[in-house]
């Protein structure tokens, strides 16, 4: 059952290059763009540079390679044929590998371990950096100038559905911001969220979202926006952004409550405050929000080692604010269990694999997603998958496994190298 998940998965991706304009003739259509996506795709999904030019030279010993038999790829093409022909794609072709592999997890009853808040996931946005250089730019890169010196970077809103005490997240399309053709302003994180929205609206909708992001957000046209959608909303708010939302919850009576947690040999105490129907701004047209706040204290030193404050449109009350901070408080898992995993655990996104004029860098980086997509369904779905990961101590040692067993060994399938990764190929493992 578990290759199955995957043949589907690779089959998203098929669909979305399918649907790739293709006007090249004669000896230029070598490689079809099916070939040319997933042999990108398999630098990303096996953390493999090298994987195209280890891939040939195993085509030219053997007349076979890993790149045919597990990702199906009919002819390979090298590095600078992938850029060629990937770079003026439209990123937005593979918006629909994320949603139909989406599909694909809840189909396999992965989405009802993320339904959280009444019957609903939540989704965490925040900015990406993908790519940053003084020199390497295309004609889609943002710019900045500090003491002198220009810098061209790629930034993205990234979207990922997080759960409360589960490390796993689940990448779904977000947005790029791009500088586009003609316009003289630099694209900016919220006009991305407010790009994403309406695209994204009937996936949100079906998962009944609740959006988490940072204080960047929690203003009045964002979380309008957001309510006129029909979604939920929980967002960092800070003091000093919200002046006149806190001088209200400063002069109001808090409903709180407190629990004490130990930790080691220290304990401390949990206090939550609430404030339901708070006007967000000082405007004729404002939008009335719930606040809540969390304090800890260390009982013996009263010591405050955390505080934060949130708003959000769902009603708060003795019963859940518990949980609600708690759904609060897992908008960090963005950064950490994505965007972190993403820069430092094997992924490398920060690395240039190839930048293009038009488009090459953001399809790059939406591969490199796709792939972390991939091997997060594939882990709640695929049992060979779970037994080869688990073989390797860490998800760095997992990568180095695969990258070694697919150099040095052919494989018929991908449920064949799995076993192999997992019996045999636990020599691979370094160290
Ligand atoms: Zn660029």
Same mark, same amino acid.
């Given at each position: 059952?578990?290759?199955?998940?995957?043949k589907?998965?690779l089959e998203?991706l098929d669909?979305?290059?399918?649907?790739?304009?293709?006007?090249?003739?004669?000896?230029?259509?070598?490689?079809?763009?099916r070939d040319?996506?997933k042999?990108?795709?398999?630098?990303?999904?096996? *953390?493999?540079?090298?994987? #195209?030019?280890?891939?040939?030279?195993?085509?030219?010993?053997?007349?076979?390679?890993?790149a045919k038999s597990i990702l199906g790829v009919k002819?390979?093409?090298?590095?600078?044929?992938?850029?060629? #022909?990937?770079?003026?794609?439209?990123?937005?072709?593979?918006?629909?590998?994320?949603? *139909?592999?989406?599909?694909?997890?809840?189909?396999?009853?992965?989405?009802?371990?993320? %339904?959280?808040?009444?019957?609903?996931?939540?989704? @965490?946005?925040?900015?990406?950096?993908?790519?940053?250089?003084?020199?390497?730019?295309?004609?889609?890169?943002?710019? %900045?100038?500090?003491?002198?010196?220009?810098?061209?970077?790629?930034?993205?809103?990234?979207?990922?559905?997080?759960?409360?005490?589960?490390?796993?997240?689940?990448?779904?399309?977000?947005?790029?911001?791009?500088?586009?053709?003609?316009?003289?302003?630099?694209?900016?994180?919220?006009?991305?969220?407010?790009?994403?929205?309406?695209?994204?609206?009937?996936?949100?909708? =079906?998962?009944?979202?609740?959006?988490?992001?940072?204080?960047?957000?929690?203003?009045?046209?964002?979380?309008?926006?957001?309510?006129?959608?029909?979604?939920?909303?929980?967002?960092?708010?800070?003091?000093?952004?919200?002046?006149?939302? @806190?001088?209200?919850?400063?002069?109001?009576?808090?409903?709180? *409550?407190?629990?004490?947690?130990?930790?080691?040999?220290?304990?401390?105490?949990?206090?939550?405050?609430?404030?339901?129907?708070?006007?967000?701004?000082?405007?004729?047209?404002?939008?009335?929000?719930?606040?809540?706040?969390?304090?800890?204290?260390?009982?013996?030193?009263?010591?405050?080692?955390?505080?934060?404050?949130?708003?959000?449109?769902?009603?708060?009350?003795?019963?859940?604010? %518990?949980?609600?901070?708690?759904?609060?408080?897992?908008?960090?898992?963005?950064?950490?269990?994505?965007?972190?995993?993403?820069?430092?655990?094997?992924?490398?996104?920060?690395?240039?694999? =190839?930048? =293009?004029?038009?488009?090459? @860098?953001?399809?790059?980086?939406?591969?490199?997603?796709?792939?972390? %997509?991939?091997?997060?369904?594939?882990?709640?779905?695929?049992?060979?998958?779970?037994?080869?990961?688990?073989?390797?101590?860490?998800?760095?040692?997992?990568?180095?496994?695969?990258?070694?067993? #697919?150099?040095?060994?052919?494989?018929?399938?991908?449920?064949?190298?799995?076993?192999?990764?997992?019996?045999?190929?636990?020599?691979?493992?370094?160290?």
């Amino acid at each position: 059952m578990g290759g199955e998940i995957f043949k589907q998965l690779l089959e998203n991706l098929d669909k979305a290059a399918d649907t790739i304009p293709d006007n090249r003739h004669g000896p230029n259509t070598k490689h079809s763009m099916r070939d040319a996506v997933k042999s990108a795709f398999g630098v990303f999904f096996f *953390q493999f540079p090298s994987f #195209l030019r280890y891939m040939t030279e195993m085509q030219n010993k053997r007349k076979m390679n890993n790149a045919k038999s597990i990702l199906g790829v009919k002819t390979l093409p090298s590095d600078a044929q992938v850029r060629n #022909l990937l770079d003026n794609v439209n990123p937005e072709t593979f918006a629909s590998v994320f949603s *139909q592999s989406l599909k694909v997890a809840i189909m396999s009853g992965v989405m009802k371990l993320y %339904q959280v808040l009444d019957e609903g996931v939540l989704v @965490a946005i925040d900015g990406l950096w993908y790519h940053s250089s003084e020199k390497i730019h295309c004609k889609h890169c943002l710019h %900045q100038t500090k003491d002198g010196v220009s810098t061209y970077y790629h930034s993205a809103m990234a979207a990922a559905i997080v759960k409360p005490h589960n490390s796993s997240v689940i990448p779904i399309m977000g947005e790029l911001i791009t500088n586009k053709d003609g316009t003289k302003k630099q694209d900016c994180e919220l006009s991305a969220a407010k790009r994403w929205l309406p695209k994204r609206i009937e996936e949100l909708k =079906g998962l009944k979202a609740t959006i988490l992001g940072d204080d960047l957000y929690s203003h009045h046209p964002f979380c309008k926006q957001i309510l006129d959608n029909g979604l939920s909303f929980i967002f960092t708010c800070k003091q000093d952004s919200h002046p006149w939302l @806190a001088e209200t919850v400063k002069y109001s009576f808090l409903t709180g *409550q407190t629990r004490k947690e130990r930790k080691g040999k220290k304990h401390f105490l949990y206090t939550y405050r609430y404030l339901n129907n708070v006007p967000i701004r000082d405007e004729k047209e404002t939008l009335m929000v719930n606040y809540m706040e969390l304090a800890i204290t260390e009982k013996e030193s009263g010591k405050q080692t955390y505080y934060c404050g949130w708003i959000t449109n769902k009603p708060v009350d003795n019963l859940n604010v %518990q949980h609600i901070v708690d759904c609060a408080r897992t908008r960090w898992k963005i950064e950490n269990e994505h965007n972190n995993v993403l820069k430092n655990r094997g992924y490398n996104l920060e690395h240039n694999f =190839g930048h =293009g004029k038009e488009h090459a @860098a953001e399809i790059f980086f939406l591969l490199n997603l796709i792939a972390f %997509q991939f091997h997060t369904i594939l882990a709640y779905c695929d049992i060979d998958f779970q037994k080869a990961r688990a073989s390797c101590s860490t998800r760095v040692a997992f990568f180095e496994a695969m990258r070694f067993c #697919l150099r040095y060994a052919y494989h018929d399938s991908w449920q064949a190298f799995l076993i192999f990764l997992y019996t045999d190929g636990g020599l691979a493992e370094p160290g």
